[in-house]
């Protein structure tokens, strides 16, 4: 489905009944990520997955940053009519739910955060986003891909499930490149939400895969100490997209989190 907001297009899906929740994808992902939660979770909830502009079906057009991430999330809400939604981000994702939070902290009904963390890029960060531009410009998506691909996926799942390997490589690789660039220097200039964690009021589940080495078990430690109340569950078996590579345990979790929401 595609849905105008304001001034850009917004593809998105929106399935199922019951609790609102909206899954925002990570670097350089698009909706498609979310395929095995729409699968598997449309019975209990309603899911709406989202492009981030730049990417999918959504319109490749900046100004690019979290904030502006954030702003077409709760345009999308808006259109939608949904007030609050349980917001599920994972890593890139997980940056632009804090944005919403900080912004628009009455749309947020609970949170997942996802292969993320909160701090922001220091300098060696920011000049390996500046490489991975110049690979994009000079070289396209698919070097962006397969430079991405070993810390995008597990060492666990690129033994035992290679199609998963290649499902998440056509993902990756099908992301214009205007849209890598923009979400480059985006990252590059997020917000330090180190302090916005302790700010969070609403239930919050953190989910990482144990072998995730872009955002390490570690970051998301963090975010379950600073984040009073919240609950940390680790994929065994997984690496930065959990939600992909062990689906099935990804949804238990998620499925569970939000079983708690309704009994409030
Ligand atoms: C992502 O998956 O969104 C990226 O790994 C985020 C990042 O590079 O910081």
């Not at 990520?33 to 981030?52: F, K, M, T």
């Not at 990482?208 to 390490?216: A, I, K, M, S, Y």
Request: charged content about 25%; aromatic content about 4%; overall charge negative.
């Amino acid at each position: 489905m595609i849905g105008l907001c304001e001034e850009i297009e917004i593809g998105y899906d929106d399935m199922g009944q019951g609790t609102p929740v909206v899954f925002i994808h990570g670097f350089p992902h698009n909706r498609t990520l979310w395929a095995p939660q729409g699968h598997g979770l449309v019975d209990r909830a309603r899911c709406i997955a989202l492009d981030l502009r730049g990417f999918g079906e959504t319109t490749v057009a900046g100004p690019y940053s979290m904030d502006q991430y954030a702003d077409d999330v709760a345009a999308l809400l808006d259109v939608l009519r949904i007030e609050r939604a349980v917001v599920v981000g994972l890593s890139m994702g997980g940056y632009v739910a804090f944005s919403l939070w900080r912004r628009h902290r009455s749309r947020v009904r609970a949170l997942a955060l996802v292969d993320t963390r909160a701090g922001a890029d220091g300098e060696p960060a920011r000049a390996k986003r500046d490489e991975m531009i110049a690979l994009a410009r000079e070289r396209g998506s698919g070097a962006v891909a397969d430079a991405m691909i070993s810390g995008m996926v597990g060492k666990g799942t690129r033994s035992r499930s290679p199609e998963v390997v290649e499902e998440v490589h056509r993902m990756l690789e099908a992301a214009p490149v205007e849209g890598i660039v923009g979400a480059l220097e985006a990252l590059k200039m997020r917000a330090d939400s180190t302090a916005t964690l302790t700010t969070i009021d609403v239930p919050t589940l953190i989910v990482v895969g144990e072998d995730d080495v872009l955002t390490p078990v570690s970051e998301s430690r963090i975010l379950h100490e600073g984040i009073w109340g919240s609950r940390l569950e680790i994929i065994a078996g997984a690496g930065h997209v959990s939600n992909v590579e062990r689906p099935a345990a990804f949804n238990h979790v998620l499925s569970e989190f939000l079983a708690t929401l309704t009994l409030e």
